[in-house]
């Protein structure tokens, strides 16, 4: 079994920061690649930004130069670092793990239950 587990959010003034915790638990190989996700009241899931294998990161727009995802390897754990913070940030956040769970084998994707963000006056 593969589980994850986001944490970090919580309510905001417009202009803070919040870091998201996401870790990946069970028996797997290693985390090829991780995404953020959220989805806003009313609103479909987007993407927010993701973590390639090799080191390489991409940022939706909305999220580019505010944003920033990482990876702890040793602690089995995705970050997304958010600064500058908007209302319109406000929304559940998932946290997308990429795992291969044998050498060799392809990864599949798990998700997180998700961990909410207002941002609020």
């Known amino acids: 079994q593969v589980h994850v587990v986001e944490s970090g959010g919580g309510v905001v003034r417009p202009g803070g920061s919040l870091r998201l915790s996401c870790v990946v638990s069970?028996?797997?190989?290693?985390?090829?690649?991780a995404a953020w996700y959220r989805q806003a009241p009313g609103q479909a899931r987007e993407w927010v930004a993701a973590?390639?294998?090799?080191?390489?990161?991409n940022y939706a727009d909305s999220a580019k130069g505010r944003f920033t995802i990482s990876r702890d390897n040793a602690k089995n754990t995705v970050y997304l670092q958010m600064n500058s913070l908007k209302p319109e940030d406000t929304g559940i956040y998932y946290c997308?793990?990429?795992?291969?769970?044998?050498?060799?084998?392809?990864?599949?994707?798990?998700w997180g239950q998700g961990t909410q963000v207002t941002v609020s006056p």
């Open positions: 973590d390639v294998s090799g080191g390489a990161t």
């Open positions: 997308k793990a990429d795992v291969r769970r044998h050498a060799g084998r392809p990864a599949n994707p798990y």
């Open positions: 069970g028996n797997f190989y290693i985390i090829a690649g």
